[in-house]
């Protein structure tokens, strides 16, 4: 690369935004189409191939794309961090930018490793190793009837949705983006609402699981899966609002296209 060369991204693509947005949805409705149809009524025998398809296993087809389009989102608010820093933008813009960004990358860390998942399971088994109580989540169970990583991490989660609220509301202008934005962070409240049912016990006064399965005379399993399936489904979807109302904000911060400069110089030795 020479001195001073440019590499410069053309953002007035609208259209291959609005073709990503359709793939995404598209895909995302096809993954629980497959697992509705190929894992759990069985098109396939084969075993490997249904935990392939199965939308609620971390191992999936579903969970790879998911994971991947937290990680673009988190990419896509990076570029957003580069951009308010070459405009000099505020201090208050490129803070806020830059906690998203940090914020949507943790995200797609903790898709792919079960981070959460992990601490909450080690918390609970602190939590009864220091009681000295050996059923498992007894002792937490007195005081959270769910699951524990909702303990740990629901503070954290609802911290930096009040900020991201705050912050875009005057951040990324147009109802469009904000209803965008307010939808997103719908899906994700809804989806974790689905998670704190599923942790609960059977004979909770809160399971709903137990009401749709006495109602309609079904399985546990069927019950169970199904609702996990909504949750994913919407987890993703709550993420393709975000990538739209981000991505829409970089094209119009830089609608005559982003340039990055390098420069080189050739110390004689």
Known sequence: MKENDVIQIDTKAWLIVRNLVIICVSLEVAFVLID?????????????????????????????????????????????????????????????????????????IDDGAEIHERMG??????????????????????????YTWQILFLPLFGSVGIFLLIFLWSEIGGNGSRAL????ISCFVFAVGIDFV???DDDHAWNLHTVIKNKYTLGNYTVRHFSKSLEEFIEMLAMTLF???????????????????????????
């Open 36 to 108: 509705a149809f190929v894992n759990y009524a069985r098109l396939s025998e084969i075993g490997a191939i249904r935990r392939l398809c199965n939308i609620a296993r971390e191992d999936s087809l579903a969970s790879w794309f998911g994971t991947t389009q937290t990680f673009m989102v988190g990419l896509t608010l990076w570029l957003i961090v580069v951009v308010n820093r070459s405009k000099q933008a505020s201090k208050w813009q490129r803070t806020g930018w830059l906690v998203l960004a940090i914020f949507f990358t943790y995200m797609a």
């Open 121 to 146: 399971t080690a918390f609970k088994t602190i939590a009864n190793s220091a009681s000295g109580d050996g059923d498992s989540g007894s002792v937490l169970k007195q005081y959270f009837p769910s």
């Open 181 to 184: 934005i307010i939808a997103a």
């Open 198 to 200: 599923e942790g609960l």
């Open 243 to 269: 990538w739209v109302a981000f991505a829409g904000y970089f094209m119009r911060t830089t609608e005559n296209g982003v340039k990055f400069s390098f420069s080189f110089r050739n110390k004689e030795t």
